[in-house]
């Protein structure tokens, strides 16, 4: 047997603790992450609960205050009724810069239907028969329909105000077309802005007998769709000829020739800008429509009509006033 060592010269025991290799501290990155990720799901069941908690006015209301829009006054320059076109000799004069279309700017939400209709009165409306009375919900449906159309009536009535001004305007602002101000009506009828381009005595808009237009013809009508190309009224082009007796030996009379001159109108507004799809109808009426009806044979029932036809119902017209 070994003799144990001696108490002082024991062996000194030296204990290494060896770590395995783990992974690295991540930081807090992922956190900043999952917080977007988060903050964009609420925000999109947001947008779901709004889409179905409100009406088809809120949505407007709440589209046009991200993206406001009015109608503008003015009558020249980017914010007017021309879309900051400029005349010249040979016409109008589209920029770049210019703004597009007449902006609106719809209703917010129809004030609370109890203020104004009492859900236990008697009224007789399509949605309930006689001697029955609206709920709250139908009634609030009136009210909104009611307030819609009124809206969009006095809109159009607007856009159409404009587009006479702008092409009085413009009439004088063309040195070539000053003096045929007399030359271009204006005016509201039941169908919706009448624009007519008439005869005058030693002012004539086509060719006796003929439906080839002269370029002053041409150059009123280029005006009128930079008046109205941005409008989203349907058009009527309708011509028309005084009583004076027209015919040849080939049948060809006042008819023919009055749906020619209307059709030649057409041809011209769609090669100066005018989406085809907008017009509605062109129509030759003859001598069936005077102007002047207390004079059948006057120049000034020879002319072309372009009508913007109302959207919102029919309206009483107005006194026809040319262009000054």
């Avoid at 609960?49 to 809120?58: G, S």
């Avoid at 400029?86 to 129809?110: E, R």
């Avoid at 207390?294 to 017209?317: D, F, K």
């Amino acid at each position: 047997m070994a003799d144990k060592p001696e108490e002082g010269n024991a062996p000194t025991l030296i204990i290494k603790k060896v770590k395995k290799g783990g992974h690295g501290h991540h930081g807090g990155a992922w956190k900043v992450a999952y917080a977007d990720f988060v903050t964009a799901m609420m925000a999109f069941f947001l947008l779901l609960w709004l889409l179905q908690a409100t009406t088809e006015e809120q949505k407007l209301g709440i589209a046009d205050y991200f993206a406001p829009a009015s109608v503008s006054r003015a009558t020249s320059g980017s914010g007017g009724i021309m879309g900051g076109r400029t005349f010249t000799k040979k016409g109008a004069n589209p920029s770049d810069q210019a703004p597009v279309g007449v902006m609106i700017k719809l209703p917010t939400n129809p004030p609370d239907v109890d203020e104004i209709i009492d859900p236990e009165e008697n009224t007789d409306t399509a949605e309930t028969g006689p001697g029955e009375s609206l709920t709250p919900e139908q009634a609030n449906k009136v009210l909104e329909t009611e307030q819609l159309e009124e809206f969009l009536a006095k809109r159009e009535e607007e856009q159409f105000a404009q587009v006479e001004q702008a092409l009085r305007e413009a009439m004088n602002d063309v040195p070539d077309l000053q003096g045929l101000s007399s030359n271009l009506l204006i005016d509201q009828t039941e169908e919706g802005l009448r624009i007519q381009i008439v005869d005058e005595d030693g002012k004539s808009m086509f060719p006796s007998g003929s439906s080839k237009m002269f370029d002053h013809t041409r150059e009123i009508l280029s005006l009128i769709v930079d008046a109205i190309s941005q409008l989203p009224q349907q058009i009527a082009i309708k011509g028309h000829t005084d009583s004076t007796p027209f015919s040849t030996k080939s049948g060809y009379s006042n008819w023919e020739l009055s749906s020619d001159r209307a059709n030649a109108s057409r041809r011209v507004l769609i090669e100066s800008g005018l989406r085809p799809e907008r017009i509605s109808s062109v129509a030759g009426l003859a001598d069936q429509e005077h102007l002047d009806e207390s004079t059948p044979y006057a120049p000034r029932n020879r002319r072309v009509s372009v009508i913007l036809l109302r959207e919102t119902g029919q309206r009483p017209q107005t006194a026809v006033k040319p262009a000054e």
